[in-house]
């Protein structure tokens, strides 16, 4: 039991890669709050259906991280739920895929809000709790490998993730009187509803492969295992780092 007793919030965490965390938090005695977005009963029944499997020590959080009202919110249940916070982990995350000459102000601010507001608005009601309650506190934020290498036609999720990478640096300096460390995990291509569509294409997902040097997608599995680590006493010297769970590829990429 690395994180025993340890509240932990996980945003976006009703599919893919949250899920995996939040329910390997919880199987490391974590208390875990599991938001899911507004607006999808899919998302709520898997929030809810993943908690009742967690136990008592777990509760689902509606909220859009875009919106400021709402993780404050959030925060504020997650604290008045468990009587403090620990860990936030940044998760969820959208993409477009659209030509940067075609790409529209609400799509660039859609990215965006969700992606770099959300992790502001989460890291600091999250950190301002974590300050007040005194102990430290861990921040992990799940960018990407795009948050270095470029990928045309995702250049608002690219940005987002880059400046993610920047905040997160920030953060380690700024917070680290408090004992609060920042982290970010770049995953590569993981098997989750994100990558629908290339999973769902089998010339495309051959050509994906095709640049992973360990020659497949990872599993949200592999992504939390490395979260579970930079949330527990284990990484208490670990601030401003950014780990790749990408079975090599950002590697493959420097080839060409
Ligand atoms: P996913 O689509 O299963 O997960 C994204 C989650 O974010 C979903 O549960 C979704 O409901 C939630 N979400 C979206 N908008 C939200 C909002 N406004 N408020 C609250 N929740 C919201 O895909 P995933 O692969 O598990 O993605 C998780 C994170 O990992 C994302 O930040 C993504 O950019 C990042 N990532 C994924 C991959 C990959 O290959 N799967 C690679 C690199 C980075």
């Known amino acids: 039991m690395r994180l025993k007793d340890k509240v932990a919030l996980v945003t976006g965490a009703s599919s893919g890669i949250g899920a995996g965390i939040a329910a390997r938090f919880a199987a490391e005695g974590a208390r875990v709050a599991v938001n899911f977005r507004p607006g999808s009963p899919k998302d709520r029944d898997a929030a809810e259906a993943a908690v009742a499997g967690f136990g008592a020590n777990a509760i689902a959080v509606e909220a859009d991280v875009s919106k400021h009202d709402q993780v404050e919110a959030m925060v504020a249940r997650v604290v008045e739920a468990f009587g403090r916070i620990d860990i936030a982990v940044n998760n969820a995350g959208i993409e477009i895929n659209k030509p940067f000459l075609e790409t529209t102000d609400e799509e660039w601010n859609r990215v965006l809000g969700v992606n770099l507001q959300g992790g502001f608005y989460v890291s600091q009601a999250a950190a ?40 997160m640096r920030n953060l380690c300096i700024e917070l680290a009187p408090h004992g609060i460390t920042a982290n970010n995990i770049a995953p590569g291509a993981i098997a989750t509803p994100i990558n629908q569509t290339v999973l ?36 208490s010297y670990v601030t401003g780092s950014t780990y790749y769970v990408d079975g090599g590829l950002t590697q493959q990429v420097t080839m060409y």
């Open 128 to 167: 301002r709790a974590m300050v007040k309650q005194g102990g430290g506190g861990r921040l992990i934020f799940i960018s990407s490998v795009h948050e270095d290498i470029p990928f045309p036609n995702y250049t608002s999720y690219c940005a987002s993730k880059g400046a993610i990478r920047m905040m």
């Open 200 to 235: 769902d294409n089998p010339i495309a997902f051959k050509n994906a492969v095709s640049e992973i040097p360990l020659g497949r997608f990872g599993k949200p599995e592999e992504v939390a295992s490395v979260a579970v680590f930079l949330a527990s006493d284990e990484a």
